[in-house]
């Protein structure tokens, strides 16, 4: 899809309320205080209109820390997957481009998101943890003078002259240089749910230093670490979010203000 597409892409969601696969969601705007300041969080309340909830496990555990994913893919694609019916694999919140944070269960609740060999325990860490999906379909790949996304060389997403939607990296993360840039609707938004998450979790508005923020290899700090972290902390290969192609920087700063 070209990125110049996936606005029209998530307003198809949001008026229609079915994602890739047809499955039909209940979308109600809401909002939520965010503890100890004046400040409101707003979001999407999205459920399933038949009411399933087996993608989840209703459980309470008790929340250390907050891991940030990109979803590799676009909105509708992504609801549809983190909503399988029976699969379990799934995360509280999907922020898509436009802002809208989409939540589709109790953060107090689990679900796997981690993956198989995850530092520290893939059920383990899924259950003490809270997991973000920011929609975003990752790296892309050169293909003469445009960048295409993972999943075909056809699936033309931008020229290298629509700078605004990518990002080179000086050195290349975990093998690619091309990355997919995110929305400033989207930071903002992230930075809002984090504030909320931390304050209603007394979750420590604490990141990794930028020494080990991209690294796996911190098998005895990560699952006592109390704070925010992303995947790639939990996986050696095979993910790529998130990186050094994401404004930290900005994050951190809005979060500890």
């Known amino acids: 899809m070209q990125a110049t597409s996936i606005s029209n892409h998530e307003s198809d969601f949001f008026e229609t309320g079915r994602d890739s696969h047809g499955k039909a969601f209940n979308l109600t705007e809401m909002s939520v205080p965010i503890k100890g300041t004046n400040e409101v ?34 909105l509708r694609g992504d609801v549809a997957a983190l909503s399988t019916p029976n699969n379990h694999v799934s995360t509280a919140f999907i922020i898509p481009r436009n802002g809208k944070t989409l939540n589709m269960w109790s953060s107090a609740y689990w679900s796997y998101h981690l993956g198989k060999g995850a530092v520290g325990g893939n059920k383990t860490g899924c259950k003490r943890t809270i997991a973000i999906e920011i929609s975003n379909i990752g790296y892309l790949k050169k293909k003469g003078d445009q960048l295409v996304t993972i999943y075909s060389d056809k699936d033309d ?97 809005g979060v500890k203000k």
């Open 41 to 74: 969080m707003d979001y999407v309340n999205c459920r399933l209109k038949n009411g399933d909830s087996s993608f989840y496990y209703q459980e309470r555990n008790t929340k250390t820390q907050i891991v940030l994913h990109f979803t590799a893919g676009f």
């Open 157 to 253: 997403y931008c020229t290298l002259d629509e700078t605004y939607y990518y990002t080179k990296l000086d050195t290349p993360f975990r093998g690619q240089e091309y990355y997919a840039t995110f929305s400033d609707k989207q930071y903002k938004s992230l930075i809002s749910l984090l504030r909320y998450l931390t304050a209603e979790y007394d979750i420590p508005r604490a990141f990794l230093p930028e020494d080990k923020r991209y690294i796996t290899g911190i098998e005895r700090e990560l699952p006592n670490f109390k704070g925010i972290t992303s995947h790639v902390n939990y996986r050696t290969s095979g993910k790529w979010d998130i990186g050094p192609a994401f404004d930290w920087e900005r994050v951190i700063n």
